[in-house]
């Protein structure tokens, strides 16, 4: 088993260029997430999806798209890049219990985007 | 915003001590989770404790969660230089299949 595996590992955009970022994950998970790393920011959710064919903002939305393609990928979409986009971003999956209650996430190895 | 906050930010210690860090919530939950992070990795869980749950052990971590007070700490007994990471606590509440992180403590093992 691979885990979750992101693409590409290292980015680097020009202000207004536009990218994606692949996520997959092979454990056959329901939920998948977003997340952005800051310095001193701690981990941030961008998007999440609970279950495939449904997407929800998170904490920090603004200048992302995300789609649930199947149960396995989940990308997140920055169509006009900007500086303060610059961060590692983590793509993580689980398996929601009761009630939608979250349990552990597994995350990838995330990639890091710079934005100049 | 951020629901946990860790304490201290950073944590420098000698191979062979203990290392406690805290972490401090502000709302309802159903489970309190701790990661660990390699620098330039990504995050990998450590320990699971839920809401009705006092004390968790495993292997060389003990954590322990007061709801009264909306705290948890995590305890590593005889640390290793392979301990060095940052360490984040991550709660989870309500039916939203969500998880909000703190900023993490930076733990620093020392040969």
């Known amino acids: 088993n691979a885990g979750v595996t992101q693409t590409p590992k290292f980015q680097v955009l020009k202000t207004g260029q536009s990218m994606t970022l692949q996520c997959a994950q092979d454990?056959?998970?329901?939920?998948m997430y977003w997340y952005r790393q800051d310095p001193g920011m701690g981990l941030r959710l961008i998007y999440y999806?609970?279950?495939?064919?449904?997407?929800d903002k998170g904490e920090v939305p603004n200048g992302y798209n995300v789609s649930r393609l199947n149960k396995r990928e989940f990308s997140l979409r920055l169509e006009s890049a900007a500086p303060s986009q610059t961060s590692v971003y983590f793509c993580?999956?689980?398996?929601?219990?009761?009630?939608?209650?979250?349990?552990?996430?597994?995350f990838g190895p995330g990639t890091r985007l710079t934005v100049t | 915003s951020q629901q946990g906050e860790e304490d201290p930010q950073a944590l420098s210690i000698q191979e062979g001590e203990n290392a406690t860090m805290n972490c401090s919530y502000k709302?309802?939950?159903?489970?309190l989770q701790w990661y660990r992070q390699n620098s330039g990795r990504g995050l990998v869980h450590l320990i699971l404790?839920?809401?009705?749950?006092r004390e968790k052990h495993s292997g060389r971590l003990r954590v322990t969660l007061d709801t009264s007070k909306k705290s948890s700490s995590l305890l590593i007994t005889a640390s290793r230089a392979a301990d060095t990471a940052s360490y984040f606590c991550?709660?989870?509440?309500?039916?939203?299949?969500?998880?909000?992180f703190g900023k993490g403590t930076l733990l620093t093992v020392n040969p």
């Open positions: 404790i839920r809401s009705n749950e």
């Open positions: 454990m056959n998970h329901n939920s």
């Open positions: 993580a999956s689980s398996n929601p219990g009761l009630a939608g209650v979250s349990y552990e996430q597994y």
């Open positions: 991550a709660t989870g509440g309500g039916s939203n299949y969500k998880l909000t």
């Open positions: 709302t309802s939950i159903n489970n």
């Open positions: 999806s609970a279950s495939e064919g449904t997407t």
